[in-house]
């Protein structure tokens, strides 16, 4: 069953110099409990849509076209038709936001307690005890020690620990849904593993769909169940982790992994993508990979392919070449020797 | 590899100051308030320096036709001389505007200066020049003013800007040297020390355009600074009166008592009005200005 | 012949609000002619503190750089000069190291013109263009009259290394040069820092907290792991990666998420026994890992500070130093010990 469904999604972002077509006709479902990572460079448009799910978008940007679609207890809102109220408790009860672990997503003046407290309040908890209460057993969960840390101002508290806080103050609620924006950008390699680890038992206790954006392909690695491919604003490639891992069949994918040296097993050939992502405020007809893309036909300049099925149902790519992505590409898993069965 | 590869030919446009200006007419365009401001300021410096060159001065006086109310012949009026308001509004715009000019020209080079200085050297001499300032920042300015004025009676303009400048540079100077401090920080900064370029380099090609915006606004600010002080001063009668000027109407009208005649009210009106019309458009001017310069909102 | 630039158990310590800190603990480091060297380490370990003494902008605060055996905060002020050109500094982050109000041109020209390494002119710009398709930036015209704002990021940072280049330096070092430009150029930029190295016989040091990048861009020349100030280990990448002998060295690498769901998935983990980084305003006797050390031995690791020294092996010395007791006295890498890698 599918907790949040995103159909046809199309965002601008309205600057002096004209509309900036950010996201194009996006569509994705999760299904409860399941873990998505959205992976890509910088202005794939992932971040937007991530932010659009919970409606936090800037003033500039305009959803043109499309629904998020919210299913719980067998009813289904889009979240665009929500007014200011339900969005307010649609944002915590429904579907939490963990920014990156930045001082500025906290309110500098006030104690990690006095956070929680008002958290809680916004959404219903009356009582200072049920907020205490709760508090502290999310802090326990995060393995942080809540005497200590409720006392303190986030300026207190290193980067590790403030990321353990906000997703802590994400789960207040308990929401199906948890979106994760670069959840361990910036932070140490040893800290990385610790927030990874504890996603991961969070995940298994509590039960809640994951989203999370990265441009960083290890997480994901890590933790996802399903993989989204992002590039020039628009889903290139959909498949379960192991499929984009090691079947990728969109040549962005294919790049990208090939971007990233590894640190065990063969170093292997190791390579970037040549030339830059276009300008998406001028967009040209066809593939919008096609110019720096090694598998490239005339034909590719046609017009924009479609998100087809390739390999197996749950696996799409958006390329007309991906039976030759798939000939030179291959099931890389047999080369580094991690073949996995299913 | 001739000129052109560096756009200093016609092909290219490496932002020359014409394309420049004409990139700043356009944001400010897009700034109703800024627009108004610049028109404002546009139009009183017409004024004052273009306009007594097509209008004489009128200096006859007619005592059957004193504190006249505006009407055709006299638009704003006439004073206890009988007077043309207008005449003297038109024509009392030019010493007030280039006294405020120079003196912000003087503080803001003062203030430049001293706080590159500061800030780039640091030490003893930051110290030094640090608490020269604080001293001029702490003295009430007004005092120190009346105080000058009547020790050296300052007759020229550019005399009383001097006088002017030697007590405002003192506002700037701690912003100018924590802009500099900063700065001095940039990694551009320090690589330009680490390819030995030279001090002289890093404060004029590094660091000064970097504050280009940041000194036009206090200057701009500066010049409202100097226009108070200036109308003050005269109003007082603390230095000698002669000419024309907008507060030397003031100083008039309060000295013959305009205040008490009902008919006067366009006469004593006319100088505030445009004193204040001239602030209210430079201020509207540094809040646009503020804007075009933050490269947060700056795009292209 | 002496090694081109050599930094001889320096320390440099900052004054804080909360007191004094040493950033950097008797660091030794041997730059030769040519070779690229990698500095890895999280926040606060000390890497971006050393590469700042390697190229002249801090002072030691004890301890002697030595540039050409010269020791050069003994020289005098041209000597100074003339060493800081010589090591050159890209930083990490290309939107800050250029300066927004001058033109490719101009931050190109001035270091060529102030140096002599080209006369006003033509001359000038033959050099800019040279010094920018060195870089990859061609045709070089479209890139001359350019602000920093028109550029992308991979481009401003091949703009930063064409400055770096102008003085002819004989070592660069770059610190986190590609963490901040997109994954998927990141590979290109090393690889023409790597062409510098090889074609120019310029030294790079590259300082990065992302052992993956360290294991490519090193893959022919050493790494050095520096924790809380100080070099725990430095060896040859591939041994180091494949085999570290410091215990926190090991568990950085058992650590690292990688690319691969199957390996990152199945990888054995060195369990620290404590999460947190001491404070360097307060750092614990002896081995400063040793409270978090799976290997520390009370008596041994929280009294004397270990020295960085050549690892024995069973046939002899080893290929690399390191700074760990235990490692040292069992004569084996810490990951055999702790059962990893």
């Not at chain 1, 202005?43 to 499309?66: D, E, F, Y």
């Not at chain 2, 430049?112 to 110290?127: F, K, Q």
């Not at chain 3, 590259?206 to 993956?212: F, P």
Request: glycine share 8%; charged share 20%; net charge neutral.
């Amino acid at each position: 069953m599918n907790v949040l469904s995103v159909r046809d999604l199309s965002i601008d972002y309205l600057t002096s110099h004209g509309p900036v077509h950010a996201v194009r006709d996006v569509s994705f479902d999760i299904a409860a409990g399941e873990t998505v990572a959205i992976i890509g460079e910088s202005g794939s448009g992932k971040t937007t849509v991530a932010i659009s799910l919970v409606r936090l978008s800037p003033r500039s940007a305009r959803i043109t076209n499309g629904e998020i679609l919210y299913t719980n207890a067998g009813t289904t809102i889009d979240v665009r038709s929500l007014d200011e109220e339900e969005l307010r408790r649609y944002r915590w009860n429904d579907c939490a936001m963990v920014f990156q672990a930045a001082l500025s997503a906290f309110n500098p003046v006030i104690t990690i307690w006095e956070q929680f407290l008002d958290t809680g309040r916004a959404h219903g908890m009356r009582d200072r005890h049920t907020v205490r209460e709760r508090a502290g057993e999310l802090l326990d969960l995060v393995h942080l020690d809540p005497r200590r840390v409720l006392a303190s101002y986030p300026h207190e508290l290193s980067g590790g620990m403030r990321q353990r806080v906000l997703i802590a103050m994400s789960l207040l609620l308990q929401p199906q849904v948890i979106i994760l924006d670069e959840p361990t950008t910036a932070l140490d390699i040893l800290t990385q593993r610790s927030i990874i680890d504890l996603l991961r038992t969070l995940r298994e206790k509590l039960g809640f769909a994951m989203i999370f954006i990265s441009h960083d392909l290890s997480i994901a690695a890590e933790l996802a169940d399903r993989m989204i491919t992002m590039y020039a604003g628009t889903v290139v490639e959909r498949a379960p982790v192991r499929d984009l891992f090691y079947r990728p069949r969109h040549p962005y994918s294919v790049g990208l992994l090939r971007a990233v040296p590894r640190v065990s097993g063969a170093l292997g050939a190791v390579s970037s993508i040549p030339g830059q992502p276009p300008d998406l405020r001028r967009l040209r007809p066809g593939c919008t990979y096609q110019p720096r893309c090694p598998f490239a036909v005339n034909e590719c300049g046609d017009r924009e392919p479609d998100l087809v099925p390739v390999d197996t149902p749950a696996h799409d790519a958006r390329c007309i070449r991906w039976e030759a992505v798939a000939k030179s590409v291959g099931d890389t898993s047999v080369d580094t020797g991690t073949a996995v069965g299913g | 590899m001739s000129s052109v590869a560096l756009g200093l030919g016609p092909g290219r446009s490496l932002p020359g100051p014409l394309a420049g200006a004409v990139r700043f007419l356009r944001s400010l365009a897009s700034r109703p308030v800024g627009l108004v401001g610049f028109v404002g300021v546009v139009f009183f410096v017409l004024l004052a320096f273009v306009g007594p060159l097509l209008v004489p001065l009128q200096e006859t006086s007619d005592v059957t036709a004193v504190y006249l109310t505006p009407s055709t012949a006299h638009p704003l009026g006439t004073d206890f001389r009988g007077r043309d308001v207008l005449n003297q509004i038109v024509w009392g715009g030019r010493d007030i505007l280039a006294v405020a000019f120079l003196a912000a020209t003087f503080s803001t080079i003062i203030a430049v200066a001293l706080g590159a200085v500061a800030a780039s050297i640091g030490g003893r001499v930051d110290t030094i020049i640090v608490g020269i300032s604080d001293v001029f920042l702490t003295v009430p300015h007004l005092i120190v003013l009346i105080v000058v004025a009547a020790i050296l009676r300052p007759t020229g303009f550019i005399a009383l800007a001097v006088v002017l400048a030697g007590l405002q540079w003192s506002g700037l100077l701690r912003p100018v040297r924590a802009q500099v401090l900063s700065l001095r920080e940039r990694e551009y900064v320090e690589a330009a020390r680490s390819l030995d370029l030279g001090l002289f380099h890093i404060i004029f090609r590094e660091m000064l355009p970097n504050m280009r915006s940041y000194i036009v606004i206090h200057f701009i600010l500066a010049m409202t600074g100097a226009i108070y002080a200036v109308t003050g001063i005269v109003f007082l009668g603390l230095v000698p009166i002669s000419g024309q000027s907008w507060a030397i109407m003031l100083y008039f009208a309060q000295a013959q008592g305009a205040i008490f005649f009902r008919d006067s009210f366009w006469y004593i009106l006319s100088p505030i009005l445009a004193i204040a019309l001239f602030q209210l458009s430079l201020v509207s001017l540094v809040s646009a200005l503020e804007d075009i310069f933050n490269p947060r909102l700056r795009n292209g | 012949m002496s090694a081109l630039l050599e930094l001889d158990r320096v320390s440099r310590s900052f004054a804080v609000p909360a007191g004094r800190i040493t950033a950097v603990d008797g660091v030794s480091l041997v730059l030769e002619r040519g070779e690229s060297v990698c500095l890895v380490g999280e926040s606060g370990c000390g890497k971006t503190t050393t590469g700042r003494l390697l190229a002249g902008l801090l002072r030691p605060t004890s301890g002697a750089v030595r540039f050409e055996g010269q020791d050069v905060w003994g020289s005098s002020g041209a000597g100074l000069a003339l060493f800081r050109r010589s090591v050159q500094l890209v930083h990490q982050d290309p939107y800050a190291s250029l300066n927004p109000t001058r033109t490719v041109f101009q931050t190109l020209s001035a270091p060529l013109l102030r140096h002599h390494k080209a006369k006003r002119g033509r001359d000038v710009v033959s050099k800019a263009t040279t010094l920018l398709e060195r870089v990859g930036l061609t045709p070089a015209d479209d890139f001359l009259a350019k602000y920093p704002h028109q550029l992308s990021g991979g481009q401003r940072q091949r703009v930063a290394i064409a400055r770096a280049l102008s003085v002819e330096p004989r070592v660069i070092v770059a610190d986190e040069a590609v963490s901040m430009v997109d994954v998927s150029i990141r590979i290109t930029l090393l690889d023409l820092l790597l062409a510098l190295g090889t074609e120019f016989g310029v030294t790079i040091v590259l300082i990065t907290h992302d052992l993956a990048v360290a294991r490519y861009f090193g893959r022919a020349g050493r790494v050095g792991v520096m924790y809380l100030g100080r070099m725990v280990e430095m060896g040859r990448t591939e041994t180091l990666v494949g085999d570290p002998a410091h215990p926190y060295s090991a568990a950085l690498i058992a650590a690292i998420p990688e690319a691969d769901p199957t390996i990152t998935r199945g990888k054995e983990r060195v369990a620290l026994r404590s999460a947190e980084v001491p404070s360097l305003l307060n750092l614990p006797p002896g081995c400063t890992f040793h409270p978090r050390c799976p290997l520390a031995e009370p008596g041994l690791c929280d009294t004397a500070i270990p020295a960085l020294l050549p690892l024995p092996t069973a046939t002899g010395l080893g290929s690399r130093d390191v700074a760990c007791h235990v490692a040292q006295r069992e004569r084996r890498p810490a990951a055999e010990l702790l059962g990893v890698g």
